[in-house]
């Protein structure tokens, strides 16, 4: 968690230095999530995102430097430096992104979930999205898909409470959004996501059943978004009080597990304080060498963006 955190307040840094072109989302606040929940999964299960997607992208195993290079739309990037922050890719770590359009990427968490068990394995589908993407038609359609034929995949609702800055008693009819599930014979539960310590218990448990049961599960994971919806975000008055915000940050993740640890004499605060320093400095070190990476090369623009049959066909 701490590193996702340090990492991503880089990734602020280096927005505002106007070396992050595009849009860029953090997590802040939001890592206990998906560290717990990542942690409790098989190196073979699935994982694929909307465009809030540093944290996975770090936690399924792409490199640091590659992660930050395609935030800063260098060619050493996880996309070749042309996707950007919100399209961070790890096919091999089986992380399939970084996904920009709202609700895009649901059916397609559930076309691996449906490949895994059409192919007979036993892998798992960890399918995040946001409360506002709940909204989305195309959610529904999915779900009633993996009612329908048993597929192994969690639909994981991050409910950080807003969608850009509409609150989420603003655009829900039900704010219970876990019950999204009953109509579709879905298991659904809404769980605390900000002590990392009980997501893990949770996540162990609900993975355990997707797998061995392979049907569905859809959790709400109720956790708060720190900062702004993306970086470019800089008036949050319009839809919360600084008073909020902070009272929201007496439960940050890193506080209640670093609360865990000193209780329990595990570490003393000099001993978080330098583990702080040192993640810091690794950061800087990452930073730097993704800046000097070079930029991709203009010839590139056209690369990948149709299969090598179609450019034929001249499509
Ligand atoms: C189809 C579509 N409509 C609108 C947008 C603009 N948009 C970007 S993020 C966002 C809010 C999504 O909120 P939520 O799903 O709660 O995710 P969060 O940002 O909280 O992680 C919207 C409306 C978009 N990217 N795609």
């Known amino acids: 968690m701490l590193f996702i955190r340090h990492f991503e307040e880089k990734c602020n840094?280096?927005?505002?230095?106007?070396?992050?072109?595009?849009?860029?989302h953090v997590y802040i606040g939001m890592e206990a999530t998906a560290v717990g929940w990542l942690s409790m999964l098989r190196k073979d299960d699935y994982v694929i995102t909307a465009y809030r997607d540093h944290a996975q992208a770090l936690l399924m195993g792409n490199d640091p430097v590659a992660v930050m290079a395609e935030i800063m739309g260098r060619r050493g990037g996880t996309s070749k430096g042309k996707g950007g922050s919100m399209h961070l890719y790890d096919i091999p770590h089986n992380f399939f992104g970084g996904w920009g359009i709202v609700g895009g990427h649901i059916p397609l968490g559930a076309g691996l979930a449906f490949a895994s068990k059409?192919?007979?394995?036993?892998?798992?589908?960890?399918?995040f999205l946001g409360d506002g993407a709940s909204n989305a038609g195309?959610?529904?359609?999915?779900?009633?898909m993996a009612g329908l034929w048993d597929l192994p995949c969690i639909f994981l609702i991050e409910n950080n409470e807003f969608a850009m800055g509409t609150r989420l008693e603003y655009h829900a009819a039900n704010v219970e959004l876990h019950r999204k599930g009953y109509p579709f014979g879905i298991r659904h539960e809404r769980m605390d996501g900000m002590d990392v310590l009980a997501v893990r218990k949770a996540a162990r448990r609900i993975i355990d059943y997707v797998r061995n049961e392979q049907r569905p599960y859809l959790v709400e994971v109720?956790?708060?978004r720190f900062a702004g919806h993306g970086a470019a975000d800089n008036d949050q008055s319009l839809y919360r009080t600084p008073d909020e915000v902070e009272a929201a940050k007496a439960r940050d993740p890193i506080k209640l597990l670093e609360n865990v640890i000193l209780a329990q004499r595990v570490l003393t605060p000099e001993q978080i304080e330098a583990i702080h320093s040192e993640i810091e400095d690794q950061v800087q070190e990452i930073y730097e060498k993704a800046d000097a990476m070079p930029f991709p090369d203009p010839e590139e623009v056209y690369d990948n963006v149709y299969t090598d049959m179609e450019v034929e066909k001249g499509h």
């Open 118 to 127: 059409y192919k007979g394995e036993d892998r798992v589908t960890l399918n």
């Open 222 to 224: 109720m956790n708060y």
């Open 13 to 24: 840094q280096v927005y505002r230095m106007g070396k992050a072109g595009g849009y860029l």
């Open 138 to 144: 195309v959610f529904y359609e999915t779900l009633n």
